[in-house]
């Protein structure tokens, strides 16, 4: 099994969202909230927005998703090939409700 460096959540977020992960389902603060839905559940998970994201952090955040090291990788070589590295082609999209000082509001 490889080791994975330590990422900014922008990378780990796009890397999820090609294995259908729901991008923010909500965020409070630093932390961004994702779901995805398998077969008759629903997966939930939050990854911190830190620049970067601490390895053992990444390690369970994979846990959550339940991918292995080298799926999370090829789901990174994929981002990397379609980036063309433009700036903001790696950032999540975030729905109307969270752009206003990084929150969604509950209502």
């Keep these: 099994m490889s080791k994975v460096a330590s990422l900014p959540y922008i990378k780990i977020i796009r890397a ?16 961004i909230r994702l779901q995805k839905r398998v077969e008759d559940e629903v997966l939930k998970l939050t990854v911190p927005a830190h620049r970067p994201v601490k390895r053992s952090t990444l390690s369970h955040i ?37 752009q206003r000082r990084g929150t969604m509001s509950e209502g």
């Design 62 to 98: 994979l846990k959550q998703a339940r991918l292995d090291v080298e799926e999370f990788l090829e789901l990174l070589e994929t981002d990397a090939l379609t980036s063309d590295n433009k700036r903001f082609a790696a950032m999540p999209k975030f729905p109307p409700s969270c």
């Design 16 to 31: 999820l969202q090609r294995d259908s992960w729901m991008v923010v389902v909500r965020q409070r603060g630093s932390h």
